[in-house]
């Protein structure tokens, strides 16, 4: 029996008794069945039925997935939770691990099946070594639920229903767990249950089989009995997953790292294979032309004469013109072969990086959960009523970097809640939703990635800001009078500056900003914030990322080689005087560099307001090669606008040039071009 109002309960049947003809209706007319659906699972959420709007929600989304079969299940799940509510039960009856009707394993995506799998995998490694921990049963089992909470983050991102409603019932059992004995309780259901999610994720429709009693039963082996022993602890692997299931291994991402470092060995053993069939080739051609140099000095000589040259020296040349057309032949041949070899490794090496490096690859929705978990937990504390709205968490980056976010963007989100977001009342006095709303976005802009953390709290009055740093004497009144809004903002980023009042355990001590930025900063990264009062603040990280492979326009600029993104590189022309160019060393801060031969028209697409062009200045334009990119240090980040490194085969290193970060430059040139020529070198942009 449910505990949920009675009112709301009898509300949400009526609801679900009035949305139920609509929903019988969704063949002729699908779009009301469909709000109906979502006002559905809503109702079912307020009223307190958990159960019933999870499933709602399972089937809404396989409706969005034009899968026409789970229109019958939504009446029929609808139907049985009038038919039960009405008897005083609850509206599903959650009984894990039986699963609910409507609950079927679903294909994963092949574009993220393999690093959902290595990620689970990795997670049940983790877990087998805490079920060993025997020792301290409670720190066991925070480890557990910090293993399978995790686990259903990347069900839930790579779309297995399954394993999400599993492991959301396991973390609750693990949850309850406030002693010793009830740590070493669950523990135990932990065990019993391991060698299942293993199972959900080989074989999910056989394990779902075996949870609810449905289709075709599975072996003991993938399932495990009653009495089982735990795993790692004496019991038998499982047996491996049945054809056509993928088969996953636990690689540390150290090895991966070590494989690729590995493969540019190879790859810089391979360039001088390449660089010797080319010397190849071109001694072949010599030979052919000293053959045809001697040919030519026969013809000139003639026939043997009295007089002339003897006739054996003349054989002499003939057979060396001979043997040096052979020779030519010989090895233009074995040169072929070697840059048809050449090219094969070439194109191996590329491939096996490329799918080492997917594997150092995570989302950045694993960061938004996270982002997401301490701004419910802080919303709590607070005594805020917040709603996290998320973009761009299908974006993919490298699992250091990912790593390196988390802790930056965590003191942001609490700054949202501690500093932005007002009390309920406050709000709903403001004329504003009770409930504040924290949006994480996640973008690609070339080489760089940008999170911006907003909400739509009270916001900085910069004004108030002014009077601080003038009062504190970080800044003259006359500086602080001229000064923009966003150099304003970014006082709060100094050590000890505070727009509170008091300070608490969350927020007023002017210690976070200066230490996130430290970080970001660590990373090559800046922060950037804009606000209004009022209205919110935006905070904008952004950081240099591991592209992976780019092809890339190799360019020329005075004695140095650089790597420009062909993405950006819409048209290369020739350079004249009616163009406002700036050379590639003036947006480096090297020097004006002058007149150049070649101008490059960058470009920018995005999904919003396109960037203008900008032109670009360089000396020479190689060829476009894809290459792997990778992350510069600070130091290097910081003396110009690079997206990365490439080291090439014999060790040397190329420098990526940032297209996004380049163009203000350029433009900033473009515009004082003519105070600039022949000037010196160039002032910063």
């Given at each position: 029996m449910t505990n949920t109002d009675p009112e709301l309960l009898k509300l949400l049947v009526q609801e679900l008794d009035r949305h139920l003809e609509e929903l019988d209706a969704w063949e002729t007319d699908p779009t009301p069945a469909k709000r109906a659906l979502h006002a559905l699972r809503g109702s079912a959420g307020l009223a307190g039925e958990r159960e019933l709007a999870a499933a709602l929600e399972r089937l809404e989304r396989r409706v969005r997935q034009d899968d026409d079969t789970a229109w019958d299940e939504a009446k029929a799940v609808v139907r049985s939770a009038l038919k039960r509510l009405a008897e005083g039960e609850s509206a599903v009856r959650a009984s894990w691990p039986v699963p609910p009707p409507d609950l079927v394993a679903l294909p994963i995506n092949p574009l993220v099946r393999a690093q959902y799998a290595a990620e689970v995998t990795d997670r049940l490694a983790r877990i087998d070594?805490?079920?060993?921990?025997?020792?301290?049963?409670?720190?066991?089992?925070?480890?557990?639920?910090?293993?399978?909470?995790?686990?259903?983050?990347?069900?839930?991102?790579?779309?297995?229903?399954?394993?999400?409603?599993?492991?959301?019932?396991?973390?609750?059992?693990?949850?309850?767990?406030?002693?010793?004995?009830?740590?070493?309780?669950?523990?135990?259901?932990?065990?019993?249950?391991?060698?299942?999610?293993?199972?959900?994720?080989?074989?999910?429709?056989?394990?779902?089989?075996?949870?609810?009693?449905?289709?075709?039963?599975?072996?003991?082996?993938?399932?495990?009995?009653?009495?089982?022993?735990?795993?790692?602890?004496?019991?038998?692997?499982?047996?491996?997953?049945?054809?056509?299931?993928?088969?996953?291994?636990?690689?540390?991402?150290?090895?991966?790292?070590?494989?690729?470092?590995?493969?540019?060995?190879?790859?810089?053993?391979?360039?001088?294979?390449?660089?010797r069939a080319r010397r190849g080739h071109a001694v072949a051609l010599s030979m052919r032309q000293l053959r045809a140099t001697l040919v030519e000095a026969l013809r000139l000589i003639g026939p043997s004469r009295p007089w002339g040259a003897p006739a054996a020296a003349l054989k002499s040349v003939q057979t060396v013109a001979s043997a040096l057309a052979a020779f030519g032949d010989e090895i233009d041949v074995a040169s072929a072969r070697l840059r048809a070899s050449e090219q094969v490794l070439r194109e191996s090496v590329i491939d096996a990086k490329k799918q080492l490096?997917?594997?150092?690859?995570?989302?950045?929705?694993?960061?938004?959960?996270?982002?997401?978990?301490?701004?419910?937990?802080?919303?709590?504390?607070?005594?805020?009523?917040?709603?996290?709205?998320?973009?761009?968490?299908?974006?993919?980056?490298?699992?250091?970097?990912?790593?390196?976010?988390?802790?930056?963007?965590?003191?942001?989100?609490?700054?949202?809640?501690?500093?932005?977001?007002?009390?309920?009342?406050?709000?709903?006095?403001?004329?504003?939703?009770p409930s504040g709303t924290i949006a994480l976005t996640a973008r690609k802009s070339g080489s760089r990635l940008g999170i911006t953390i907003s909400d739509d709290g009270a916001g900085v009055d910069v004004a108030d800001i002014r009077a601080r740093a003038v009062k504190a004497g970080l800044v003259t009144p006359a500086i602080a009078d001229a000064a923009d809004d966003d150099t304003l903002l970014s006082l709060l980023f100094l050590p000890g500056f505070s727009t509170r009042q008091s300070s608490d355990l969350l927020a007023g001590r002017g210690i976070g900003l200066d230490i996130t930025r430290s970080s970001v900063q660590r990373m090559g990264g800046a922060i950037r914030l804009s606000s209004r009062a009022g209205e919110g603040l935006s905070a904008q990280v952004e950081v240099p990322i591991e592209s992976g492979f780019v092809m890339v326009l190799w360019v020329r600029a005075g004695d140095d080689e650089f790597a420009l993104p062909a993405a950006n590189a819409r048209r290369v022309q020739k350079s004249d005087a009616a163009l406002k160019v700036p050379h590639l060393l003036a947006c480096l801060d090297v020097a004006n560099g002058g007149a150049t031969p070649y101008a490059i028209d960058l470009s920018f697409p995005t999904d919003d307001t396109p960037e203008p062009p900008v032109l670009i200045g360089v000396d020479d334009v190689g060829s476009i090669e894809e290459l792997l990119v990778r992350p510069v240090g600070p130091l290097i980040a910081?003396?110009?606008?690079?997206?990365?490194?490439?080291?090439?085969?014999?060790?040397?290193?190329r420098l990526a040039i940032d297209a996004w970060a380049i163009a203000p430059r350029a433009r900033a040139l473009a515009a004082a071009l003519p105070a600039l020529r022949g000037s010196g070198p160039a002032g910063r942009a």
């Open positions: 070594e805490a079920l060993a921990t025997s020792d301290d049963p409670l720190q066991a089992v925070q480890a557990l639920y910090r293993h399978v909470h995790t686990m259903k983050g990347a069900a839930s991102a790579a779309g297995d229903e399954l394993m999400t409603w599993f492991c959301h019932g396991l973390e609750e059992k693990i949850r309850a767990a406030d002693s010793k004995a009830a740590a070493r309780t669950a523990m135990d259901e932990v065990a019993h249950w391991r060698v299942v999610l293993g199972a959900l994720l080989d074989e999910p429709e056989a394990a779902l089989a075996r949870l609810g009693g449905r289709h075709r039963p599975i072996s003991a082996e993938v399932l495990p009995v009653p009495g089982a022993s735990r795993p790692g602890v004496g019991s038998e692997p499982p047996r491996a997953a049945s054809d056509g299931a993928m088969a996953t291994i636990r690689v540390p991402a150290a090895d991966v790292d070590t494989l690729l470092e590995k493969l540019d060995v190879i790859d810089r053993a391979r360039e001088p294979i390449g660089s490096s997917a594997m150092r690859q995570t989302t950045v929705g694993r960061i938004f959960a996270r982002l997401t978990t301490a701004i419910e937990s802080e919303a709590r504390r607070a005594g805020r009523s917040v709603i996290v709205r998320t973009r761009g968490a299908d974006e993919t980056i490298d699992r250091h970097i990912a790593e390196q976010l988390v802790e930056p963007c965590l003191q942001l989100v609490r700054n949202a809640v501690a500093h932005g977001i007002e009390a309920p009342q406050v709000r709903a006095d403001m004329g504003k939703s910081g003396l110009g606008p690079f997206a990365g490194a490439i080291v090439r085969g014999d060790g040397s290193v």
